[in-house]
């Protein structure tokens, strides 16, 4: 049975400027830079560089008393455009600018790509068509570590669908064994980490200690990963010196081939901060990377058009249509620019907030007086929404006297001490990884143990919790952090 209803419903949505500025607010400075450059390019009536003041108040004051005319048809007040539009002077620079600043362009070096030395290397060697067809798939297979992943007979079904190449699973492992497996750097191909370990020791000359790990990592890996010592001399009847030596010989070797190659294109990244926080006569400084504060006015030329059109005492059509285009260009670039004032201003206040929040830790350094802080803290004392100090927080990065920090690492959450004193949860696991870093580690710390420890230094955290911080931090249970 059909019903027809009538439904009220309040949505709250955001124009495409303010979704703009979202955007906008969350680019980092290369970023940003980028987008810059786009809209420069799309938008002819928006303009760079210095002009000089004289002559901007000239041309401002040139058309203070233009005339009101009107395009009836699409009802447009050319002196708007003319007069309060035009910004000739409007830069959204900070204070720290100065035109000694250099833009430093850091160069990157072009070199063959990981994948691409693979591919090279086949050309060495003498393959008949189904054997190079299936090494070139073999390659295009291998992860950026150097590591095939994929089941051999998930290969053979690619090859067959996505190549035309039929063949079987012997032939595929043949080539890999043949092939893949001797390419540079050693140990490219292995299908998981024992296979890519062997690999390399049995290009090494053989030796006692060679063999003997060899023997462990295909016998014994389990319990060689685990760090199951004791069971690995009953088994393989070998002394704890014999057993360190083997351990160190393992340990030389290169666990993800793939990414130690030194051309592997990755693009690297340059961190540009975008603020700066610097000490001067013992208080806190900050200012905005001057490369977030362009400089910007809408065109003269534009300027001119709108002029030349008013004072014309015959306007056709074309002429009409024009204006109409220069309107909305004039438009979009009033609009770039307030935005980007509006962009400047948020990063300056949502930063200044922070730094003061943690203006200990600033002047200082010392991670230990790190207060808690999440994004309500912030976005309530700057009036602001919380997604938007998160869009500051998540991909903006501060200079500091003690290195270059992503801001949102600033952020952590509380705990309370056992003089029931709010901590932030940072400086609990500042503590945890000095006190794991200190530890016997023939004999590491369990989680209980550390827990215990937590608690004489006065936070009393649970095993549970203890455990969380650990993973957080990246630190492995004890048994693996057990040493010979």
Request: charged fraction near 30%.
């Amino acid at each position: 049975m059909l019903k027809q209803s009538l439904q009220y419903k309040l949505l709250q949505k955001l124009s495409p400027q303010q979704i703009q500025l979202m955007k906008l607010i969350q680019l980092p400075t290369q970023a940003f830079e980028e987008r810059l450059k786009q809209e420069i390019e799309e938008n002819p009536a928006l303009d760079t560089g210095k002009d000089t003041s004289d002559t901007d108040d000239d041309f401002s004051n040139e058309y203070e008393d233009a005339g009101t005319e009107k395009i009836e048809a699409e009802d447009i007040n050319i002196d708007e455009y003319l007069s309060d539009d035009e910004i000739p002077n409007y830069k959204t620079q900070a204070n720290n600018y100065s035109s000694d600043d250099e833009e430093k362009n850091v160069p990157y070096a072009a070199g063959t790509s990981f994948h691409q030395s693979l591919v090279n290397q086949l050309n060495t060697f003498n393959l008949d068509e189904e054997e190079r067809a299936i090494a070139d798939f073999l390659v295009g297979s291998i992860d950026d570590s150097g590591y095939i992943r994929r089941e051999i007979i998930d290969l053979v079904d690619d090859l067959a669908f996505t190549a035309n190449v039929f063949t079987t699973e012997e032939k595929v492992v043949e080539v890999l064994k043949k092939v893949i497996h001797t390419l540079d750097p050693t140990g490219v191909g292995a299908r998981d980490l024992k296979e890519c370990l062997i690999i390399q020791l049995k290009t090494k000359e053989s030796n006692k200690v060679r063999s003997l790990a060899i023997e462990i990592l295909e016998n014994a890996f389990d319990h060689f990963v685990k760090k199951h010592y004791k069971k690995l001399q009953e088994k393989f009847s070998i002394s704890e010196d014999e057993l360190k030596e083997i351990n160190t010989e393992i340990s030389k070797l290169n666990p993800k081939p793939g990414s130690s190659y030194a051309g592997n294109n990755k693009i690297a990244e340059q961190i540009v901060p975008d603020f700066s926080i610097k000490i001067i006569d013992g208080e806190l400084d900050l200012t905005l990377n001057a490369r977030n504060a362009p400089e910007l006015h809408v065109s003269r030329e534009y300027n001119n058009m709108l002029k030349g059109y008013q004072e014309s005492s015959t306007k056709s059509k074309s002429q009409k249509d024009a204006v109409f285009f220069i309107k909305q260009k004039l438009d979009a670039a009033k609009w770039f620019i307030d935005a980007i004032k509006q962009r400047q201003q948020t990063l300056l206040v949502t930063m200044n907030t922070i730094m003061h929040y943690q203006y200990d830790y600033f002047l200082t350094g010392d991670e230990r007086k790190l207060k808690p802080m999440i994004l309500k803290d912030i976005a309530d004392k700057i009036n602001m929404d919380v997604s938007t100090v998160s869009r500051v927080a998540n991909s903006k990065y501060v200079s500091t006297p003690y290195g270059t920090k992503l801001i949102k690492e600033f952020f952590s959450e509380s705990m309370k001490n056992d003089q029931g004193e709010d901590v932030s949860t940072r400086e609990i696991k500042k503590i945890l990884e000095t006190v794991i870093a200190e530890e016997n580690k023939k004999k590491p710390l369990t989680d209980e143990k550390l827990s215990g420890i937590l608690k004489e230094k006065g936070y009393p955290i649970a095993r549970r919790t203890v455990a969380k911080y650990r993973e957080q931090l990246d630190l492995p249970v004890a048994r693996l952090r057990k040493e010979i």
